[in-house]
């Protein structure tokens, strides 16, 4: 098993910047690629970026543009450098972890941190 411990949420202005972690724990070997993914309240997850054990990243949309997700594989931690937030940043944001399984992939998640901009 593989538990996912996320942190950085909170309340900030807009323009500011927010910088969320997660840590994976357990049977982390298994793990090939992890990413942040947000959900809007009534809607689903969808994901913000990822990236591989290889440190190759992928995001959603013009994240890029403001979001910089990186891993470090020592401490089994991802993060999300979100600068520039805007209001419809706010959002429920979701770390989940990717284990490799013969059929595709198995996701862990963890249990969420609240993101909120202001005006």
């Known amino acids: 098993q593989v538990q996912l411990v996320e942190s950085g949420g909170g309340m900030v202005q807009a323009g500011g910047s927010l910088r969320l972690s997660c840590t994976a724990s357990?049977?982390?070997?298994?793990?090939?690629?992890m990413g942040w993914f947000r959900q809007y309240p009534g809607t689903q997850r969808t994901l913000v970026a990822s990236i591989t054990r290889d440190g190759v990243a992928n995001y959603a949309g013009s994240a890029e543009d403001r979001f910089s997700v990186t891993i470090d594989n020592v401490r089994n931690t991802i993060s999300l450098q979100m600068n520039n937030l805007k209001p419809e940043d706010t959002a429920v944001y979701y770390c989940?972890?990717?284990?490799?399984?013969?059929?595709?992939?198995?996701?862990?998640w963890g249990r969420g941190t609240q993101v909120t901009v202001v005006s």
């Open positions: 989940r972890a990717s284990k490799p399984i013969y059929s595709g992939s198995y996701y862990y």
């Open positions: 357990g049977t982390v070997d298994v793990i090939n690629a």
